[in-house]
T-cell receptor, first 114, second 114 residues
């Protein structure tokens, strides 16, 4: 079956530090890959996505590249802000058809200190 | 276009009571997925429904849980005789009728069983 493994947290960084959150996956077929962000008490917001190998998703200074050879989709940001403090989830979906349920990692909590 | 709506946002039930969670998908979306997020964990797939049909319920607990998506009205996730272990955040997501790489998530219902 499908699975997503995320770097364990929590991660604590100082403002303007470089962020990497590792994500690797196991999937049948050719999955689409996603990063979601969840702020305290809120739902999931899609942060970025990549739908095929070598695609790079980017949004709000965050980036992740779909690496088929290493089955990875690591999240990076060059300079984090206090407002980036949240829980980040890596996820995959093996089909863009309606039957494609998502498989999530367990989440990584990021705290950015001023 | 309003996003996915869930209500109530917070629900408190005593052990043994019933919980009903509602999800209204985005306009033009006829496919709904329910996920459960236990404390400190990622989201786990529960059930996928189309209008008047359950397509995949492989993630649903065998007892006490049921889901429906009637021709008219919201999708309902029903939990009978709740126990403390049912305390979690329940998210629904919807997908356009024609398919999409992305699932659109609602804000979630946080169920607390006392």
């Amino acid at each position: 079956g499908n699975s997503v493994t995320q770097m364990e947290g929590p991660v604590t960084l100082s403002e303007e530090a470089f962020l990497t959150i590792n994500c690797t996956y196991t999937a049948t077929g050719y999955p689409s890959l996603f990063w979601y962000v969840q702020y305290p008490g809120e739902g999931l917001q899609l942060l970025l996505k990549a739908t095929k190998a070598d695609d790079k998703g980017s949004n709000k200074g965050f980036e992740a590249t779909y690496r088929k050879e290493t089955t990875s989709f690591h999240l990076e940001k060059g300079s984090v802000q206090v407002s980036d403090s949240a829980v980040y989830f890596c996820a995959l979906r093996t089909s863009n058809t309606n039957a494609g349920k998502s498989t999530f990692g367990d989440g990584t909590t990021l705290t950015v200190k001023p | 276009n309003a996003g996915v709506m869930q209500n109530p946002r917070h629900l408190v039930r005593r052990r043994g009571q019933e919980a009903r969670l509602r999800c209204s998908p985005m306009k033009g979306h006829s496919h709904v997925y329910w996920y459960r997020q236990l404390p400190e964990e990622g989201l786990k797939f529960m059930v996928y429904l189309q209008k008047e049909n359950i397509i995949d319920e492989s993630g649903m607990p065998k007892e006490r849980f049921s889901a429906e998506f009637p021709k008219e009205g919201p999708s309902i996730l029903r939990i009978q005789q709740v126990v403390r272990g049912d305390s979690a955040a329940y998210f629904c997501a919807s997908v356009p009728t024609g398919g999409s790489y992305e699932q659109y998530f609602g804000p979630g219902t946080r169920l607390t069983v006392t």
